[in-house]
């Protein structure tokens, strides 16, 4: 069943030697799981095991495989070398300091996916920290990634949340508050979990050999390469755009659904456009282009909601600049640069349109309308996802009545809207006109009826806001894996209505307003 191609087709450490250190000339060091205490599952994706080929529900052997305390036949265990800008600043050697790839599975379909826990134990990488992963961590992230999945975002998946019986030491706002918190390991899926930090550390280590080792892999691997012909400066250029394109696209998702990453340095972008890494992410709940979950950015707000798209492109540039030994052509670079952010920005305009419900117009025209909308976001808290889920249900008809036509259309809005007064207070002006102009389009190009359908395909009624995802947590620590289990049923089907589902399409409550873990999230998420 399984497979160990990557560690087969490079150089890798196979020292077996403990301990955190430099380690060169690899691209990782084989390394086994530390065994747990008592690894009991708490949670499994019935479509991703599925997908894997893998029995529901598992056998003891596999929740022992999944813990960490046992190897299947034909696993070669493994901790990747890579490195990464942190925050701007090159960081030097990271490397999977807790994650462990258990091996490559063969799935009935035929494709190949790499199979990893985060949270197995320490590995060369894992510097002055433990290797381990907390319950309400590993539980954010198998959340997450499997709802991303069903909202049509390029994500890593997930197959396990595997409770370790092992208390874990964590400060959670590096405040001198530490507590023994519950661990677990969270086994995730991908074709690859390489990074443009795999790149970038042997760049900056002048391993030009092994640069060309690592990216000749990925390019016959994951971007249909021919195995035989050598491979070109011209072959590694187009693999360069490729990687352009794949970003844009995963970007132009976020911005659509109101994710935010948290944490976009350079060791947490996948090579193959997903989204990875689930830490102090977050979800837009009032718009607001400068927010960030995450505690540890709240003064520079590198990596806020609307500075996600410039960021990729500069951890792009760091791709570029690690892979120019291949590729020697500073303009042709530059240009798949410039060709990520065309692909963006236009992107980003198909993608509002979309989510408005309207054909594209004149491109000035379409500018100023998601414009003017964006303003009036900033006049007062608006929920992003239910207004653009609620605007479908505004009435296009017009109205010679000015302020009947307001009062018609503002009904459905009005739950978006975290101040209720508002809506006839100091948005009213603003909101009056721009639905004007909405309205008139909208009712130009498509039936209302028709309009709502497209809108509820690409606009979520469920998406697990960081309060909903703290409430599954809260449950499972009082061994209660019920609001887990809704949560995760809910966001599998999350353009779709559900009956006895309201309380996970509502607004972020007042008391999350500044609750640890609903709106504020550190690194060591
Ligand atoms: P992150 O910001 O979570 O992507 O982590 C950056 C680096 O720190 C990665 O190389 C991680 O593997 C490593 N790391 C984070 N948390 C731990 C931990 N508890 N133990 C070991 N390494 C860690
Ligand atoms: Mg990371």
């Not at 391993?207 to 400066?233: C, H, M, N, S, W």
């Not at 995963?250 to 109101?258: K, N, P």
Request: proline share 5%; net charge neutral.
């Amino acid at each position: 069943m399984f497979d160990d191609q990557f560690v087969r087709s490079l150089p890798f450490d196979r020292s077996g030697r403990a301990g955190t250190r430099q380690v060169s000339g690899v691209a990782g060091s084989l390394v086994a799981p530390t065994p747990v205490a008592a690894p009991q599952l708490l949670a499994w994706i019935e479509d991703v095991a599925q997908l894997l080929g893998i029995a529901s529900p598992p056998s003891r052997e596999w929740i022992e495989a999944l813990g960490g305390n046992r190897l299947l036949d034909g696993m070669v265990p493994y901790a990747a070398c890579y490195g990464g800008h942190q925050f701007g600043n090159w960081a030097g050697q990271l490397g999977d300091g807790r994650a462990i790839t258990l091996g490559e599975i063969k799935t009935p379909s035929g494709h190949r996916q790499e199979l990893q826990l985060k949270g197995a134990g320490p590995t060369p990488y894992s510097r002055n920290a433990d290797g381990r992963a907390v319950l309400r961590s590993s539980l954010r992230e198998l959340v997450c990634s499997e709802a991303m999945h069903h909202l049509g975002v390029a994500t890593t998946r997930a197959l396990s949340l595997v409770g370790t019986g092992d208390a874990v030491l964590r400060d959670m706002f590096y405040n001198g508050n530490a507590r023994h918190e519950p661990g677990a390991i969270c086994a995730r899926v991908a074709p690859s979990f390489i990074r443009f930090g795999n790149f970038e550390i042997h760049a900056a280590r002048g391993d030009i050999a092994l640069l060309q080792q690592l990216t000749d892999y990925t390019v016959r691997e994951f971007f249909g390469g021919t195995a035989t012909k050598p491979l070109a400066p011209a072959d590694y250029l187009q693999f360069f755009y490729q990687v352009c394109l794949r970003t844009a696209a995963m970007v132009i998702d976020w911005m659509r659904v109101g994710f935010v990453h948290g944490v976009m340095n350079t060791d947490n972008m996948s090579i193959l456009g997903l989204t990875i890494d689930y830490g102090p992410y977050g979800w837009l709940e009032p718009y607001d282009p400068r927010w960030t979950p995450n505690t540890t950015d709240a003064d520079g707000r590198r990596y806020a909601f609307g500075a996600q798209p410039r960021i990729a492109q500069w951890n792009l540039a760091q791709l570029a600049r690690a892979l120019r030994p291949l590729i020697n052509d500073d303009a042709a670079l530059a240009t798949g640069l410039d060709m990520y952010w065309r692909e963006y920005t236009a992107g980003y305009r198909r993608m509002m349109l979309a989510k408005l419900g309207l054909d594209a117009g004149n491109r000035d025209e379409d500018d100023g309308l998601i414009a003017e909308l964006l303003e009036i976001f900033a006049l007062t808290e608006i929920d992003y996802t239910l207004f653009f889920r609620h605007l479908a249900n505004v009435p296009s008809a017009p109205s010679a009545d000015a302020k009947a036509a307001y009062a018609a259309r503002v009904a459905p809005l009005r739950d978006a809207f975290y101040t209720a007064a508002d809506v006839d207070g100091c948005a009213a002006i603003a909101l009056t006109a721009w639905l004007d102009a909405y309205c008139t389009r909208a009712h130009a190009s498509n039936a209302d009826a028709e309009r709502a359908a497209a809108m509820n395909r690409v606009n979520p009624l469920y998406v697990p806001r960081n309060y909903l995802a703290q409430q599954a947590i809260d449950a499972l620590e009082r061994n209660d894996a019920s609001v887990l289990q809704q949560l995760l049923a809910v966001t599998r089907t999350p353009y779709t209505e559900q009956s006895n589902a309201a309380a996970f399409a509502a607004k972020r409550p007042d008391w999350a307003r500044q609750k640890a873990g609903c709106s504020m999230l550190s690194c060591s998420s």
